[in-house]
């Protein structure tokens, strides 16, 4: 059974290349262009989020802390892509599991994905990370 | 006649003519001798009685009945041993003519006697003297007199000699009686011409007093001034015997005078000198004198003012208020200095000010005047004026000036507060403010949080002021909550010494700027190069993301040519995403808002990680040697960004030679990590501007390499900003080693 995979980014060209790339490894992958999807993760979780920080009228920081936070979703790795330059401290703050720095490498979106699927779920990629919910790695 | 009477005998060694003649002589003109006031007697060698006139006849109390033809001695028998009788013994034996001056007892009469005893006849001439004898009883008397009184008395003949000198007059001049009689008083003013007196003599005799000042000698040489009264002397028939002077000494009195008249012609010369005008008024405020300089100050001649009333001109802008109210103060306080400045008209037109001093002398005996001195104060008025304006001026601007100012003596004690500070602190005025402080309501420090500029807190003892009260200029971040208005402020405060002639802080200024809007469009600005940043990496990861996409698709199906053209593609791509990032980086260390995210890094294992990413872009041989061992605090993206550059510069900067060195080295409180490239060098010239902005080295036979000259720029800041230090080694031609190090935690 193939990954389910979640991109979400208020651009629709980035959503295109990350699919096509990610489809190309075989992965199912479903875009959104907004946060306000957490009805469809929780009717069906995907194996793994993409999340831009930066989206247009939202907090891409705070559509993580939430799935974070929430027991039905907090299992899911979440990956916070950005262009900006204090991305290490968002995801910090809101216990993202990694990040990817816009603009980045094919090569590096391949190995961040396939990195947190086949690592066990709700552990911190990051070495430096801290756990901010006191649950064992 | 008595025989007890006194006498003066003098000689006469040549007789009267009228003696001379014989009998006969005296008997013939019987009619001469009848009407002369001489009583004449003649006698025979037997002494009889040959003649004797009507005069003889009632100074003998005897007719010439009685008398003619007899023995006068026994016809008068009381005259046998008296003076008359041995005077004629006398001078019929030695034949010589005698004369003597004789009293009668009886008849209270002095009488002047004289015998001619010739060889037939003796003639006697009696002659009544009392007149004459008590003229100068009177004059002894009178001498006597004049011996003790103070005033010199000295007497002359009508020649002008001495012939009375009184002990006032020896006390005066200092020449006694003795040295005196007989000579003129000419030797007692030897400057003066004598002629004087003797033209006066006519005058005198007329019956007129001359009355003169004189400047006379003493013996001693020393100057005397005399009051000189001089008038005729006569005897008791009026007729002129001489001169008497009364000589009165006014040397002091004259002295005073003469220094009375050299102090007037002194306070004249002073009053009409002087710069300031005086004027005198009566207690009605009439003037009686003005000085010539009160024409200097106000244009008006001393004559246009006296008789006029002081205050009087219509030229007193002001009104008469003042000048009524000065007067009313000078005449209710007698001798005190009433003062008072006023604008004064100039004939001219034009105005000075004056300062008014009036001093009622009223009372004062002789001078009996309000003595007003004017004096021209309109340039220290006008400076005066100038302080004050400037004064009002700078308080006005200290007043309005956006920054607040506080001023601290040496000993922290604060001397100045404007408005400014006391809005921020609250209150409503620095008034206010002022009040509080001394009540000790408020300290001034206990509601700031004072940073310094790399962000960390300062300790009290390290703020700008107390700094400045150290002598150094200094400055910080304050972040002020105003708990009266719950607003909060970020101020930039700046503190200046001021040292006094020995360069000791005599006071501290310190500007307080809020930068609270300044602050808030940093924060914009931040979110602004935040978007931008995002705006701008969009379209760019699309665009690097598709090239990437097309380069594998192309390489996958072998498609050389066109893999080729993507990849120049996307090198360019790469180096607008790292323009970009750079860019944003330098207006955040612009604006000072490089924020460094610290933590404890591995640096052997980030040097690790560049290197092994930066080998796979380059045909340069990338080696590293030594390690750290030990974790610095740092931020792990801007270091890996400062070794990125370093390690890129090498690889560009060495197109032809190439081994590339990284050398990690420890010691015992810092790390250092030197990148050391073999290409071609920086001159020495060049070396210390490097790490300078948009620097870049640019040389005619060097080939230029492109870039915008900000890496260097970018890696500095970073490395200060964690407290380290970069620097370069380089020869031209042989290479460069650019070496950074960082402090090591204790």
């Not at chain 2, 380089?730 to 460069?736: C, D």
Request: charged content about 25%; aromatic content about 8%; glycine content about 6%.
């Amino acid at each position: 059974m193939k990954k389910k995979i979640l991109v979400i980014d208020d651009c629709e060209a980035i959503l295109d290349v990350v699919k096509i790339t990610l489809e190309m490894e075989g992965y199912e992958v479903s875009t959104n262009l907004t946060g306000a999807c957490f009805q469809q993760i929780e009717h069906d979780p995907p194996d793994l989020i993409l999340l831009d920080v930066l989206l247009s009228g939202e907090d891409g920081g705070e559509i993580g802390q939430r799935l974070k936070s929430e027991e039905q979703t907090r299992h899911i790795p979440v990956i916070l892509l950005s262009a900006h330059a204090g991305l290490r401290e968002t995801a910090e703050r809101c216990s993202a599991n990694d990040y990817l720095v816009k603009p980045f490498r094919l090569t590096e979106l391949r190995e961040i994905v396939k990195k947190h699927l086949s690592l066990p779920s709700m552990t911190p990629f990051s070495p430096w990370l801290k756990r901010r919910d006191g649950e064992a790695p | 006649m008595d025989t007890n009477a006194t006498s003066h005998f003098r000689e006469r060694t040549e007789p009267e003519s009228a003696s001379h003649a014989p009998l006969e002589t005296h008997v013939l003109p019987k009619t001469d001798v009848e009407q002369t006031t001489h009583a004449f007697v003649a006698l025979d060698p037997q002494w009889q009685v040959v003649y004797l006139n009507r005069q003889a006849e009632d100074v003998l109390r005897s007719t010439r009945r009685e008398l003619l033809g007899k023995n006068l001695w026994e016809a008068m028998p009381d005259y046998v041993g008296s003076p008359l009788y041995r005077y004629c013994l006398q001078a019929v034996s030695s034949g010589k003519a005698a004369e003597f001056e004789v009293h009668a007892p009886h008849s209270q009469k002095w009488f002047r006697i004289a015998i001619f005893p010739s060889p037939g006849e003796i003639s006697i001439f009696l002659t009544e003297i009392t007149e004459q004898k008590r003229a100068e009883e009177q004059l002894q008397f009178q001498a006597m007199i004049s011996q003790h009184i103070s005033d010199s008395v000295i007497v002359t003949d009508l020649q002008g000699r001495i012939t009375y000198w009184n002990e006032a007059a020896s006390a005066l001049f200092g020449y006694t009686a003795e040295e005196m009689l007989g000579k003129t008083p000419a030797r007692l003013y030897p400057g003066r011409d004598m002629v004087q007196p003797v033209q006066d003599l006519e005058r005198l005799l007329a019956g007129f007093d001359y009355l003169g000042e004189w400047e006379g000698r003493r013996k001693d040489g020393t100057a005397v001034w005399v009051d000189i009264k001089t008038t005729i002397l006569r005897d008791t028939q009026g007729k002129a015997i001489g001169l008497i002077g009364f000589a009165k000494d006014i040397t002091a009195h004259k002295q005073a005078e003469e220094r009375l008249r050299q102090s007037e012609k002194h306070f004249r010369a002073l009053i009409e000198n002087n710069a300031n005008g005086i004027a005198l008024t009566d207690e009605n405020g009439i003037i009686t004198y003005a000085s010539p300089s009160t024409t200097r100050m106000v244009g008006y001649l001393p004559e246009e003012f006296v008789g006029g009333r002081i205050f009087g001109r219509k030229d007193y802008p002001d009104g008469g208020e003042a000048t009524g109210r000065l007067m009313a103060r000078v005449l209710e306080e007698p001798r005190k200095s009433q003062v008072l400045e006023i604008r004064t008209g100039h004939k001219n037109g034009t105005f000075l000010w004056m300062e008014v001093v009036g001093i009622n002398l009223l009372d004062e005996p002789g001078f009996e005047a309000i003595v007003w001195n004017f004096r021209d104060v309109t340039e220290r008025k006008q400076l005066e004026q100038e302080v004050a304006r400037a004064k009002e001026q700078l308080e006005a601007i200290l007043h309005n000036v956006a920054d607040g100012i506080t001023v601290v003596d040496a000993n922290d004690r604060l001397a100045y507060v404007n408005s400014a500070v006391a809005h921020l602190s609250g209150f409503a005025s620095s008034t206010e403010l002022l009040a509080a402080l001394q009540a000790g309501v408020v300290h001034r420090h206990e509601k700031f949080t004072v940073w310094d500029e790399w962000g960390q807190l300062l300790p009290a003892s390290e703020r700008p002021t107390t700094q400045a009260l150290r002598g150094k200029q200094a400055k910080a971040l304050l972040q002020y909550q105003n708990n009266a208005t719950g607003q909060s402020y970020w101020i930039l405060v700046r503190a200046q010494p001021i040292f006094d002639a020995h360069g000791q802080v005599q006071f501290v200024v310190t500007v307080y700027t809020d930068i609270t809007e300044q602050k808030e469009l940093e924060q914009r600005k931040d979110h602004f190069i935040s978007m931008a940043s995002h705006e701008l990496k969009t379209p760019l990861t699309i665009l690097s993301a598709f090239t990437q996409l097309l380069h594998e698709q192309f390489a996958g199906e072998g498609r050389q040519d066109v893999v080729q053209h993507l990849s120049k593609m996307g090198a360019q791509v790469t180096n607008l995403t790292k323009l970009v990032v750079d860019l944003l980086d330098i207006s955040k260390m612009q604006a000072d808002q490089l924020e460094l995210a610290l933590e404890a890094v591995d640096l052997d294992e980030l040097v690790q990680g560049v290197v092994e990413n930066l080998q796979l872009t380059t045909t340069h041989h990338l080696f590293i040697e030594g390690t750290a061992q030990r974790p610095v605090i740092g931020d792990r993206d801007r270091l890996g960004q400062v070794l990125i550059i370093l390690l890129t510069n090498a690889i560009k900067y060495s197109p032809r030679a190439d081994p590339i060195f990284v050398k990690v080295a420890r010691t015992r409180d810092t790390l250092t990590v030197r990148v050391q490239d073999f290409g071609i060098g920086i001159a020495q010239s060049h070396q210390q501007r490097l790490f300078k902005r948009f620097y870049r080295v640019l040389s005619e036979k060097d080939k230029t390499y492109p870039g915008l000259g900000i890496g260097l720029y970018i890696a500095h800041e970073i490395i200060e900003r964690h407290g380290g230090k970069i620097w370069v080694e380089s020869v031209e031609g042989k290479g460069s080693t650019f070496s950074f190090s960082l402090p090591l935690q204790a």
